[in-house]
C-alpha cells in the first residue's frame, strides 16, 4: 500500500500532507497545553530562586542591626603614612597617643647561588616546619630543579611561600614564613634518596639554632606599638586587640622623639551614618519591590499566596513591638506605598535620648526578624519550589505519553491517506481499462 510521503497525492491531487499537519496541529493543542503549562511553573521555580536571592541578601543585613555591630564610628589618624584604624560597633569614643616602635615581619631565608634555575638536584624528601607543623614534600624525576622545588613547595600546603630570585650571582631559592611574627619561624631538612645531583641537604636551616646552610634574609619579628604608653605586641601589622573595637593598621615606624607620636581620634557618629543600618533599608526595600515586581499583574507570580504571605511576615516584623519600643518610634517607618524610609533628624535625637531602649529594640528584631526570613529561605521557598518541581516531572510524563500517541494518531492518518490513494489509483485503472474496451468495440 504507498505512503503519503509528498505535499501533493500522487493520484487525488490533494494536498495530503498539509491536511495531515492541519489535522495534527488540532490534536496537539492538549499537548501545546501542557507545553505551556510546564513553562509557567518553570516561570514560578525561577521566580522564587529570585525571592530565595532577595531574602537571604535581606537576612545578611539584619544580622548587621545588632547592638554590636550596628554603632557608626569615625576614625581619625593624624598621620596616615604611620597608621590608619577603623572601628567597629563595639568601640568607645576616645583619643589615644600611638608611637609604632617596631613593623612585623615575617622571615625570609635565602638557598646559596646557583647557575640556573634548572639545576637538577638528587631525589628524596624537603620537610618544612612552619610554626607549629611539618611538612613532607616528596621531590622526584618530576620536580627535583630549583624550579621545580619551588613549586613543589608553594602547591605543598606548607605555611610558607617560595620564589626564586635572579642577582648578579645567580639563582637563589628564597623561602618565607607566611605569618609574620616573631614565632613565624621556618625549619628546613633536606633528605637525599636518588644517586644523582645536588644534594637536598643546601637548603638544610634549623630556626631555633638559627645554623644551616640557609642564609637569613629577613628576621621574623612582632609589631610594637605604645598606647599611651602602654607597649603592645602583635604579630601582625593588622593590630586587633590593643583598642577595644579599633583596628590599627601599621605602616612605619615613628622616629621616637617628642612630639612624633601619632594622635588617633575615635568618635561615635550619627545613628543615620550607621553602614548597617542603610544596608538593611536598602535591603528591605529591594525585597519588598521584587516580590510586588514579580506578583504583579500577568506576571509569573500573579495572585501566588505564597508571595503575599511573605510580603505580610515582612510588614508585620517590621511593624511589631520589640522590647517595649517600634522601629516607627525611632524614625524608621513606612510610606503608603510599602517604602521603609528613614528619617534622620529624628533617629538621631530619638536614640540621643533613648540608647539603651533603642539598641534593646534592634537586638531582640535582629534575633526575630533572622528567624523568620531563615525559614523562608530554609522552609516556605523550598517546599513550594518542591511543589512546583513535582508538577513539571508530572506534565512531563504526561507529555511523552500524548507524543507518543500523537506519532501513532499521525502514522494513522498517513495509512488511511495512502488507502485513499490507491484506491483512486484503482478506480482510474479500472476507468482506463472501460474507456480502452469501449474505444475497441466501436471500431
Do not use: C, W
Not at 516584623?317 to 517604602?339: C, E
Amino acid at each position: 500500500m504507498p505512503t503519503v510521503t509528498t505535499t501533493t497525492g500522487p493520484f487525488s491531487g490533494i494536498d495530503t500532507a498539509g491536511i495531515i499537519d492541519k489535522l495534527m496541529a488540532i490534536e496537539q493543542r492538549p499537548l501545546d497545553k501542557l507545553n505551556q503549562k510546564k513553562e509557567d511553573y518553570q516561570k514560578e521555580i525561577s521566580s522564587y530562586g529570585e525571592i530565595s536571592s532577595v531574602i537571604s541578601s535581606l537576612r545578611t543585613a539584619v544580622k548587621g542591626l545588632a547592638s554590636s555591630k550596628i554603632a557608626s564610628f569615625t576614625v581619625t589618624s593624624s598621620d596616615e603614612t604611620v597608621l590608619k584604624a577603623s572601628a567597629g560597633a563595639s568601640a568607645s569614643s576616645g583619643q589615644y597617643s600611638i608611637e609604632v616602635t617596631q613593623l612585623a615581619q615575617e622571615q625570609k631565608l635565602s638557598s646559596r647561588v646557583y647557575g640556573s634555575d634548572s639545576l637538577v638536584f638528587k631525589t628524596g624528601t624537603l620537610t618544612v616546619r612552619a610554626g607549629d607543623t611539618s611538612t613532607d614534600i616528596d621531590i622526584n624525576y618530576t620536580n627535583n630543579t630549583l624550579k621545580g622545588i619551588k613549586n613543589a613547595i608553594n602547591s605543598s600546603g606548607a605555611n610558607v611561600s617560595a620564589s626564586i630570585i635572579k642577582d648578579d650571582s645567580g639563582y637563589r631559592l628564597v623561602v618565607s614564613a607566611k605569618d609574620a611574627g616573631a614565632s613565624g619561624y621556618v625549619s628546613l631538612v633536606g633528605n637525599d634518596v636518588g644517586p644523582v645531583g645536588q644534594s637536598l641537604g643546601d637548603f638544610n636551616f634549623d630556626a631555633e639554632s638559627a645554623t644551616g646552610n640557609m642564609s637569613i634574609m629577613q628576621r621574623g619579628q612582632d609589631a610594637i606599638v605604645k598606647i599611651d604608653g602602654l607597649t603592645v605586641t602583635s604579630k601582625s601589622n593588622a593590630v586587633t586587640d590593643a583598642i577595644s573595637g579599633v583596628t590599627l593598621n601599621l605602616k612605619k615606624t615613628t622616629s621616637g622623639e617628642p612630639g612624633d607620636a601619632v594622635t588617633l581620634s575615635v568618635e561615635q557618629g550619627s545613628m543615620s551614618d550607621s553602614t548597617n543600618l542603610k544596608a538593611f533599608v536598602d535591603s528591605y526595600n529591594s525585597a519588598i519591590s521584587k516580590l510586588k515586581e514579580l506578583s504583579a499583574k500577568g506576571e509569573s507570580l500573579s495572585g501566588d499566596r505564597t508571595v503575599r504571605s511573605i510580603q505580610l511576615q515582612l510588614q508585620r516584623v517590621t511593624t511589631n513591638s520589640y522590647a517595649g519600643s517600634t522601629l516607627a518610634q525611632f524614625g524608621i517607618s513606612h510610606d503608603k506605598y510599602g517604602v521603609m524610609e528613614l528619617e534622620s533628624s529624628k533617629l538621631n535625637s530619638s536614640v540621643a535620648d533613648k540608647q539603651a531602649d533603642f539598641y534593646a529594640m534592634m537586638d531582640e528584631l535582629s534575633s526575630k526578624f533572622d528567624t523568620t526570613l531563615r525559614d523562608i529561605v530554609r522552609d516556605l521557598i523550598p517546599e513550594k519550589k518542591d511543589t512546583l518541581n513535582k508538577k513539571v516531572k508530572r506534565i512531563e510524563s504526561d507529555a511523552d505519553d500524548l507524543t507518543a500517541s500523537l506519532e501513532k494518531t499521525r502514522e494513522a492518518y498517513q495509512k488511511k491517506f495512502a488507502a485513499m490513494e490507491s484506491t483512486i489509483a484503482d478506480l482510474q485503472a479500472q476507468s482506463a481499462n472501460m474507456t480502452n474496451q469501449l474505444s475497441g468495440s466501436n471500431r
